[in-house]
């Protein structure tokens, strides 16, 4: 099969044909789709998508912390964080297991990683769910699960050309910046969290898939090798967003390639001394 895919593209008359075809259907037809369902989604009043209405500007002026699935992350530091607002994503949730507590918040979106973790969500009651309309719509989600709707932009059809938007109504869209990270960004900003603290949020991927997250639970990233460089494109979409607005968006996390935000040290942050 790969072979017969490699002749078409490989074909100067055959690729411009495909490429077309894919531009047809993974970007101008998903956009009208994610469009028409997305307006139909805010009109109906009881639609579990306006749930996230609830939540604007619910935590204003407060703090927050957002932690991401790095390999610098240690239980000792999310251990401290206990009595703050937190947002756990992904392989988060098998450290809650382990402290026993969970984060304020969550959020999932990609099939793949839920698909390996949903057993391990359904048992968590204390948490916030918020899960992208793919899995609200196509898996048994947490009972009280948000969903958003999760705007793909042209990443279905290529990555060659990086693109994001920062999204300031969570309820219309949330835009994806390759991570789940990007859009908990978002949901935080509109939350009304005037500081935005990233803990294990390393930003370098190593080839080893065991070694791409601070826990191995049997995934990992194809494409390691360009993750970080799609990340980074992200982040500073929302550092760029962010100027002016009324949060700043805040490193803590302990080494990593993350430099586009100011640097922090966690312990000095939760002792007030940042």
Known sequence: MGEIKQLFWGNKITRPIINSASYIKNVIWLMITFKSKAFWRRLKKDSPYRKLEEYKNKYKGKRCFIIATGPSLTESDVQKLKNEYTFGMNSVCLMMEKLGWNTTFYGIQDPYVYEKLQDKLLKSKDTQFFVSDLLYNNYQCPANAIPFSLNYLNHRHSYKKLFTKFSDDVVKEVFDGY???????????????????????????????????????????????????????????????????DFEIVNCTRGGALELYRRANLDDVLAGKE
Request: aromatic content about 16%; proline content about 3%.
């Open 179 to 245: 991570t789940i990270t990007y859009s908990l960004m978002q949901i935080a900003a509109y939350m009304g969290f005037s500081k935005i603290y990233l803990i294990g949020n390393d930003c370098n991927y190593s080839r080893d898939p065991t070694k791409q997250h601070f826990a191995d639970f049997g995934h990992s990233d194809p494409n390691a090798d360009f993750s970080g460089r799609r990340i980074l494109f992200a982040y500073e979409v929302a550092r760029d967003f962010s100027m002016g607005k």
